[in-house]
């Protein structure tokens, strides 16, 4: 009797010390995937802050970082791309575009959220269906269209484009996180004898916070990086993005690495600030608005 209970036993231990091989073997592997993603992200970051203070004539590996701080590379990019004034450039667009992206997305979510209608379905259908579009798919007759409106060279109209790319994205994520908020808020709300703009903006809005953190980063980062549109739509001097401007450093036969690195080093401060405020809304608003969207 003793032997057929301890055959059980040992059994249960055998089958435990096999799990336990098999999750050390997976978190390994696990471990080792996640280190190469790191890396994959890193290492290009690493050459980009390297490049940033070597001089022109040293021709050192870019793996190599060097033993000084070439800092003419910051003040020649600055200078010779008229940086400063691509910087304001850059922040008017991304703030104006951001501003109305969050404000059109969230009110247009609203009934998308809770009025499932045919109608609604119809139309929130349509909005998703537009995020497996390529933009430079439309580039040709949106150059025609920019043209015939007067909107090249002005900041209105590059807002306009990024506005309408960011919609889609931006309703997505708004119905879905506004579908998880109860809809006995809104009912209370409507009986204490609040409108429905009233429940909007004051009850409801705040309770956004998160995935409007997320889609601040998203629109932000995307708009601030922007060179497929900037570089058709904002060709003049005066109203060149950071983008367009540090890519006047390359040309056929020459090219200005350390002054590139230089000028995009300075124009990830500002974005980099910009999540490290929002950072701890940004995974959890993704994920809520991502789960029922």
Not at 102 to 110: D, E, K, P, R, T
Not at 123 to 135: E, K, N, R
Not at 169 to 190: H, N, Q, R, S, V
Not at 219 to 233: A, L, R
């Amino acid at each position: 009797m003793n032997s057929a209970a301890a055959e059980p036993r040992s059994g249960v231990r055998g089958s435990r010390a096999l799990a336990a091989e098999t999750g050390g073997k997976s978190s390994f592997w696990l471990g080792a995937t996640a280190l190469l993603i790191s890396l994959l992200h890193i290492l290009p970051f690493y050459i980009l802050v390297t490049s940033s203070f070597k001089a022109a004539d040293d021709l050192s590996s870019k793996w190599i970082a060097p033993g000084y701080a070439y800092w003419d590379n910051f003040t020649n990019a600055w200078r010779e791309a008229h940086l400063g004034r691509a910087f304001l450039n850059n922040i008017w667009i991304t703030l104006c575009a951001a501003v109305l992206i969050v404000l059109l997305g969230s009110i247009a979510s609203y009934p998308l959220a809770r009025h499932q209608t045919a109608w609604n379905k119809f139309i929130y259908t349509v909005f998703i269906s537009a995020l497996i579009v390529p933009p430079l798919i439309t580039l040709v007759p949106l150059y025609k269209i920019m043209v015939d409106i007067g909107g090249m060279n002005h900041y209105w109209g590059i807002i306009l484009l990024h506005v309408t790319f960011g919609l889609p994205m931006t309703i997505f994520l708004y119905t879905g996180f506004i579908a998880t908020i109860p809809k006995e808020l809104d009912e209370a709300a409507l009986i204490d004898g609040a409108g429905r703009f009233s429940l909007f903006y004051r009850i409801l809005l705040p309770l956004l916070k998160p995935i409007t953190s997320t889609v601040i980063i998203l629109t932000c980062v995307n708009i601030w990086n922007d060179y497929q549109f900037s570089v058709f739509f904002l060709q003049k001097t005066e109203v060149k993005t950071i983008t367009v401007a540090l890519s006047g450093f390359f040309s056929q036969y020459t090219n200005n690495i350390g002054w590139v690195a230089a000028g995009s080093l300075m124009a990830a401060v500002p974005i980099t600030i910009v999540y490290l405020f929002l950072q701890r809304y940004f995974i959890s608003g993704l994920a809520s608005g991502a789960v029922k969207g």
